[in-house]
């Protein structure tokens, strides 16, 4: 398994001792706790644990979020499982983790494995339309996506939100108290549709490039799917607040800079290249940064 550069070690310890925290105060108190700055709620999502770690490209986000996920689920949730919808900002980008996520050789799913004992479930959409509640018991979930699909105006989000014959089950013998927060008919009765499903099960949600996710749309979509906790990865969080013109600022716990990269190996110095009379002899010089 991949080791974690001393940074990403020291966010993941950030994340940890904040996510303890707000079990024991809640998310605004414990963010202040953290970092002696106001937490900034979201409308939509109350008292939810909603916080970025911002960490500059070629950082190695995506292996922290695998660590991240871990870190929630024991923290957090206090459970041996969980459901996580990883969120990601396109198609390409999505196709790409996707198979990352499902190969056990990968060191992102070893660092999974690593946590959940490798009874880990990694699936897109359109196999998550057909998940039984055997699997979410007894595995942690992985859903890979990106926001756009889950919104309604997508063709693949209207799916999520309409009755899907082979999730019926999960709904049998529902508490009155958790059939109020699910959508229904105008009967009452239920839809039994993954956006149900995933309100009902509270996923964990990792944001990959969370930047690109900060409006009232998608604050609204997120609302509709009810999750337990948020952790955003990016490069360039969004820092103005200015809700009246659409900005809304993540709550950054902890930030990683470039001269930590660099210090670690991280960052590839560029290039410049040059050539000697004879063209076909090229060198090639690291500039000094």
């Given at each position: 398994m991949l080791q974690l550069k001393g940074y990403q070690e020291r966010c993941l310890e950030d994340l940890e001792a904040y996510l303890r925290r707000v079990n024991q105060c809640g998310a605004n108190e414990a963010f202040y706790?953290?970092?002696?700055?106001?937490?900034?709620?979201?409308?939509?999502?109350?008292?939810?644990?909603?916080?970025?770690?911002?960490?500059?490209?070629g950082g190695g986000k995506t292996l922290m979020a695998c660590h991240a996920l871990g870190a929630a689920t024991k923290i957090y949730?206090?459970?041996?499982h969980a459901l996580c919808l990883w969120l990601v900002p396109s198609n390409t980008i999505r196709d790409q983790t996707l198979k990352a996520l499902r190969d056990r050789q990968h060191h992102y799913r070893q660092a999974?494995?690593?946590?959940?004992?490798?009874?880990?479930?990694?699936?897109?959409?359109?196999?998550a339309l057909y998940i039984?509640?055997?699997?979410?018991?007894g595995?942690?979930?992985?859903?890979?996506?990106?926001?756009?699909?889950?919104?309604?105006?997508?063709?693949?989000?209207?799916?999520?939100?309409?009755?899907?014959?082979?999730?019926?089950?999960?709904?049998?013998?529902?508490?009155?108290?958790?059939?109020?927060?699910?959508?229904?008919?105008?009967?009452?009765?239920?839809?039994?549709s993954l956006a149900n499903?995933?309100?009902?099960?509270?996923?964990?949600?990792?944001?990959?490039?969370?930047?690109?996710?900060?409006?009232?749309?998608?604050?609204?979509?997120?609302?509709?799917?009810?999750?337990?906790?948020?952790?955003?990865?990016?490069?360039t969080p969004e820092t103005t607040h200015k809700p009246e013109h659409g900005h809304f600022a993540s709550n950054v716990l902890c930030h990683v800079s470039a001269w930590e990269l660099k210090s670690e190996d991280m960052v590839k110095l560029p290039v410049r290249l040059r050539t000697r009379p004879d063209w076909k002899e090229v060198l090639?010089?690291?500039v000094n940064m």
């Open positions: 706790n953290r970092t002696g700055r106001p937490y900034i709620p979201v409308e939509q999502l109350p008292e939810l644990p909603y916080v970025c770690l911002r960490i500059p490209t949730l206090q459970t041996d999974i494995d690593s946590t959940f004992a490798g009874d880990v479930r990694v699936m897109d959409l359109a196999e039984q509640r055997g699997v979410l018991e595995e942690t979930v992985i859903i890979v996506s990106t926001l756009q699909a889950l919104r309604v105006q997508d063709t693949e989000g209207r799916k999520i939100y309409e009755a899907a014959g082979a999730l019926k089950s999960m709904f049998d013998g529902l508490e009155p108290s958790l059939r109020a927060k699910l959508e229904c008919y105008e009967n009452g009765e239920v839809i039994p499903v995933l309100k009902l099960w509270r996923p964990l949600v990792i944001m990959d490039e969370a930047h690109n996710a900060r409006t009232e749309l998608s604050f609204d979509t997120l609302a509709r799917i009810g999750p337990s906790c948020i952790l955003e990865f990016t490069a090639a010089d690291a």
